[in-house]
């Protein structure tokens, strides 16, 4: 099968979820009203509340869904088969991954800008508003851990990959100075910096780690693991201005232009896919159902995207006509970005095997190859093009990931500062986030980790539809559009979440793993278990306000009658 | 619409999403830097009308005229129920 063809599908299936079904969920359920005030238009602060126009709000809620997660989870799914993997792709986009996006982003807009939390407490109980702030934490950790350990194993593999990252870094450092400290035009602050950027993405491709600090250093797990997580360190720290934002900043601009030419030369090179459709419904990390569904997340479903739907996007919608093609729209453009993944694993390896070889070593290294390979066919040496594709991937992961360890730190803060004042420090909540993901990354397995952190993150995902789903019945409409995915994606991410969790503690308890691994086993089995007991307990407070809404509207119907 | 004003239209687009790729975030997060600044200002000065008596009456008069224009967002924001969910972009 050609990439090119798989593309084209990608693109017929966006365009006719976005203006099919979309459009239908839009004005005959939502009932989106172009005249109904939103509450960017009713505050209007200028801070927290701002109508702001669709199209700028389009190109954000693409940068901030837009992260490792799409590109990492079809390049690891791809062992069960290309096919499987797209269908998953597509599907899950067409009837759960858009759905979500839009619908949470409508709920939050219409409850006032709310957070998950005050929707949760508004529309199912104050006692889950509490559980899905503790399931958020230890969610957050899971994302710490496997987007770190996606660093890290990129960091090691790929020589290029700390010299660019190193040279991003003091580029985006020098623009924070530039625009906030030494008052620079943004333009001269931003040719600048990224020149830089790209300086060091060459830099990398002549002056590779091993040859800078010898090999025993360049392939230590240990070091790039304390480089990574005292990089999020500082991130969470040092004043947004200063580190983390200009950083950001910078490497949207590697990111958009990786992406931008990638995908040209995917049309130019239109290669075929030489891995298998399909390879079996067991594989070494499990089986096909459920795990690969909460494999491949963000590029299908992602319970991220509730987050920034809803704590961002909602609150700066100026109309609610713009719902669609903003929260709606964008999750079907990040759907290609999980096709683009998927064409890379797919098509650049000569073989399974030599594929085996590659994603044995970690995604980053699939990733690396696959942006090499396409920007070659606009010109770009093999060397620089795998030293491009390494810093995306680092930038992709550690992007997140910073923002999940300064998240983590406010979170320590808010959960745990009546229990001891000194959890209110922000270098002691960033310390315990910052080890307890550093331990996930250097004592766990990083398939069993992306696993966990993909099944939590569609369990949230499955949470926000139940969110939904109790808005939309307690409006008294259809529920069927939200429900069912509902339920779909509750029993999917439960059982992968035991299945893997049950693995991971038969290990340890059967004594099969030793040392580290034993410790990292124990601690993910037991995150993943915790992660179930929580979704049980807001699934049953759930069903309790859908029965609530339930009986509100049958008596309502009685009255009427 | 003529075919110019549609390019122009399009290109207006792309403008746009560039710029919520690349920059909205930034420049978002410079006026929270600058409301939280405002706001503690306020909230120093005028945070007796939310209970919080904090400052001497005379400069709370002297500088109420400056701060009108602010002080229903202020208020809204410091009383507005919160978790920390809401720092995703901060």
Request: with cysteine.
């Amino acid at each position: 099968m050609n990439s090119v063809v798989v593309l084209i599908l990608g693109f017929i299936v966006a365009f006719i979820g976005y203006r099919v079904y979309a459009k239908y969920v839009d004005t005959k359920i939502m009932k989106a009203d172009p005249k109904r005030m939103t509450p960017a238009k009713m505050y209007m602060d200028g801070v927290d509340f701002m109508p702001t126009n669709r199209n700028i709000l389009f190109g954000y809620q693409f940068k901030s869904i837009a992260g490792a997660a799409p590109i990492i989870g079809p390049i690891i799914a791809i062992q069960w088969g290309w096919l499987p993997a797209l269908i998953w792709i597509l599907a899950g986009t067409f009837f759960i991954g858009w759905v979500q996006d839009y619908s949470i982003a409508m709920v939050a807009m219409r409850h006032d800008g709310a957070s998950l939390g005050g929707l949760s407490h508004k529309l199912i109980s104050p006692r889950a508003r509490v559980l899905l702030l503790s399931f958020i934490y230890f969610y957050l950790l899971l994302i710490a851990g496997a987007f770190g350990n996606v660093v890290v194993s990129t960091a090691i593999n790929l020589k290029a990959a700390p010299m660019a990252w190193l040279f991003l870094t003091i580029g985006g450092i020098l623009a924070g100075q530039m625009i906030y400290r030494w008052r620079r035009d943004i333009l001269l602050t931003t040719i600048v910096t990224v020149i830089i950027a790209l300086f060091g993405i060459w830099l990398g491709s002549v002056a590779p780690s091993n040859k800078i600090i010898g090999d025993t250093l360049a392939n230590s797990r240990w070091l790039w693991t304390i480089v990574a997580f005292v990089f999020c360190y500082f991130a969470a720290v040092l004043p947004i201005w200063r580190f983390a934002l200009p950083i950001n900043y910078v490497a949207s601009y590697i990111v958009f232009l990786g992406l931008f030419f990638g995908i040209i030369g995917v049309f130019i090179l239109h290669p075929d896919f030489t891995l298998p459709a399909y390879t079996g419904f067991s594989i070494k990390i499990g089986p096909l159902w459920p795990i690969m569904f909460v494999t491949i997340a963000c590029g299908a479903i992602s319970g991220w995207h509730s987050l920034v739907s809803s704590s961002g996007t909602a609150r700066q919608l100026e109309n609610e006509l713009d719902a669609r093609p903003v929260a709606g729209g964008v999750m079907f453009v990040e759907m290609m970005l999980a096709v683009f993944a998927l064409i890379i694993a797919g098509t650049i390896y000569a073989s399974p095997s030599e594929y085996g070889a590659a994603i044995a070593k970690g995604p980053g290294g699939v990733f690396a190859a696959g942006v090499s390979k396409f920007l070659g066919a606009i010109g770009l040496s093999a060397e620089t093009g795998r030293s491009y594709g390494s810093v995306m991937m680092i930038v992709l992961a550690v992007t997140i990931m910073q923002l999940v360890i300064r998240f983590m730190r406010i979170a320590t803060s808010e959960l745990l500062s009546d229990i001891s004042p000194v959890f209110r420090n922000a270098h002691i909540g960033t310390i315990i986030a910052s080890l307890l993901g550093a331990l996930l990354v250097l004592t766990g397995w990083w398939q069993y980790l992306w696993v966990l952190f993909g099944g939590a993150n569609q369990l949230m995902a499955s949470l926000a539809l139940m969110l939904i789903t109790a808005y939309l019945m307690s409006e008294g409409k259809p529920a069927a559009y939200a429900f069912y995915p509902m339920i779909f994606m509750f029993i999917t991410t439960i059982a992968a979440l035991i299945y893997t969790s049950f693995s991971l503690l038969q290990k340890v308890i059967s004594g099969t793993v030793k040392g580290e691994a034993l410790v990292g086993n124990a601690l993910m089995g037991l995150v993943g278990i915790f992660l179930v007991i929580a979704a049980f307990i807001l699934a049953s407070e759930g069903i309790r306000a859908f029965s609530r809404y339930r009986a509100i509207r049958s008596e309502e119907a009685k009255a009427k009658a | 619409m003529g075919k110019s004003q549609g390019k122009s239209g399009f290109l207006e687009a792309v403008k746009d999403f560039l710029y919520g790729f690349v920059a909205y975030g930034p420049a978002q997060l410079a006026m929270k830097t600058r409301a939280n600044m405002e706001h503690l200002f306020i909230l120093v000065t005028v945070g007796d009308m939310l209970g919080v008596p904090v400052f001497s009456s005379y400069y709370s008069l002297k500088l109420l005229p400056y701060m009108v224009p602010q002080i229903p967002t202020w208020k809204r924001r410091l009383l507005r129920e919160k978790d920390f969910t809401d720092n995703l972009e901060e």
